[in-house]
């Protein structure tokens, strides 16, 4: 878990199929509200639907980048927001909103927990691909809308994230934001009681 990192930086040879479908086993194990398994993962391997996410990513980097000014936006403008040019495995991750599974379970008060068992799945692959080696970074500076369109996903389908998986070029216990001096953790981890 200390060495689990968001990485931007990869290596461009491929992964291992093998190791990649084991890591993938993680969504198998994970849990989520009513048994509802509503996650929807698109593998984004032609050249055009590659291009597309990574025109979307660029454009709402730039809007993103013209929210800040100053030395804000000098330094946001250095950091490296995205591995989707090298990363040689890329996945649309969504959430079906829209699924019978389940049968509505603990989905029907507060049916964002359909989105939630999909962040909870995520994150057991995160740390699996860690534990095989291998890095995933997750891009969220994207216009959910435009992607839809460009991958034909259906309309029940709401994005958790562009995940870009490959090889790490470094690994580091430290979170880069906090090594390009953009944000820090906290150092205790604050608990309120009641
Ligand atoms: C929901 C979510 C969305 C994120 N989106 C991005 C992103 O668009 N681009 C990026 O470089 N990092 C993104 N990150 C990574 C965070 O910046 C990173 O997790 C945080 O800085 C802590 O670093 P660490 O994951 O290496 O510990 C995202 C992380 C989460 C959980």
Redesign the pocket.
């Known amino acids: 878990m200390r060495l ?3 990485v ?1 930086r990869f290596r461009t040879d491929p992964v291992d199929e093998a190791v990649l479908a084991r890591c993938l086993d993680a969504f198998s194990m994970a849990p989520s509200v009513g048994l509802s398994e509503p996650w929807r993962i698109l593998r984004i391997n032609s050249e055009t639907a590659r291009a597309a996410a990574l025109k979307n990513f660029t454009t709402a980097n730039d809007q993103a980048l013209n929210g800040y000014s100053g030395d804000q936006a000098e330094t946001y403008s250095r950091l490296k ?2 591995g989707m040019q090298e990363a040689p495995v890329q996945l649309a991750i969504y959430c079906d909103d829209g699924t019978a599974k389940g049968h509505g379970l603990g989905a029907g008060i507060m049916p964002e927990m359909r989105r939630y068992s999909v962040v909870a799945a995520v994150t057991l692959f995160w740390l699996n691909l860690r534990a095989h080696g291998l890095g995933l ?5 994207i216009d959910p809308k435009q992607l839809a369109h460009d991958l034909d996903v259906p309309s029940d389908w709401r994005l958790i ?1 562009y995940f870009c998986i490959g090889t790490p070029e470094a690994i580091s216990d430290t ?3 906090e090594r390009e001096g953009w ?1 820090h953790r906290h150092a205790s981890l604050p608990i309120e009681t009641r």
Not at 137 to 141: A, E, L, T
């Open positions: 689990r990192r968001d931007r927001l995205t970074g997750w891009v969220s500076i994230g979170p880069e934001l944000e």
